[in-house]
């Protein structure tokens, strides 16, 4: 025979699980941001350390306009670089050179525009150069959700059957084209 007591008993401790959890999880999180400032204090924070799930996975599936606009099938038959920027993004400024060395190195490059005017894309790849042989628009962002985008810029290297197989997160740099981008082109070309 159970006690009139046992139901009680459950309910109560049912509303103290409901109280105390959202603060657990509120705590758990705070406690990761003060880690991460740590390290970041003491230059240990590398934003560029955190993975990507699509590493060895499929492009996601997506169609975007654009100029002309591509979809995830057209990112088949040969290595693609996917750069995501927008114009108002300081970093992407700050990459335009070497992406530009890309291209007349031959790397094919197509661009992605993350929440951006299509005037305002025009405006700025006019002015520092356009290294895309295509480009698309992703103004609500939605595309970028599924690629699991943390920020612009951000480049991919797509292989020839349309698998993820590198990620950087901010500006492309000389060394890392030299060092990781390189290697790969050739390993996939």
Known sequence: MTSPDRPRHESAMRRRLLLFGPFAAVLAAGGAFYVM??????????????????????????????????????????????????????????EAPVLMDLKRAGVEIWGIAYKDRPDATAAFLAGHGDPYAKRADDQPGRVAIDWGLTGVPETYLIDPAGIVRWRYVGPLTTDAIAGELQPLLRRYA
Do not use: H, Q, Y
């Open 37 to 94: 400032l740590e390290r970041e204090t003491e230059g240990r924070f590398d934003p560029r350390g955190v993975p990507s799930m699509l590493i060895g996975k499929p492009v996601p599936t997506f169609t975007l306009p654009g100029n002309p606009g591509f979809a995830s099938a057209d990112l088949r038959g040969r290595p693609i670089v996917v750069n995501w920027f927008a114009s108002w993004c300081a970093p992407c400024l700050e």
